[in-house]
């Protein structure tokens, strides 16, 4: 069964920089699009954004121009890099692989100082 792992995450001061990465157990991680989303306590979870197995990107309007999405095939993961974080991207950010059934990654804590 597919099982999906994030890394990376942690503190960072207003401004800074941070690569999420979400890697599958296998190569059929490959062919399916993955989905990122971030949640606060006491909210619901909101879509970043996402990308196809062909690599094609589509971010909300909150993050466009900051966030952007990759892929390595030969790595089975897929990268968020978030650039001139905001103290409001604070978050608990997840994963999700878009396939047959959903699997999510155990999400990652992404916290930005002002």
């Known amino acids: 069964q597919m099982q999906v792992v994030q890394s990376g995450g942690g503190l960072v001061q207003a401004g800074g920089s941070l690569k999420l990465s979400c890697a599958g157990s296998?190569?059929?991680?490959?062919?399916?699009?993955v989905d990122w989303y971030r949640q606060v306590p006491g909210k619901q979870r909101e879509l970043v954004g996402g990308i196809t197995t062909g690599g094609r990107t589509n971010v909300v309007d909150a993050v466009k121009g900051r966030f952007t999405m990759s892929r390595d095939n030969a790595r089975n993961t897929v990268y968020l890099q978030m650039s001139g974080l905001k103290p409001e991207d604070t978050a608990m950010y997840y994963c999700?692989?878009?396939?047959?059934?959903?699997?999510w990654g155990q999400g990652t804590q992404v916290t930005v100082s002002s």
């Open positions: 296998g190569p059929m991680f490959n062919y399916f699009g």
């Open positions: 999700v692989l878009r396939a047959s059934s959903d699997y």
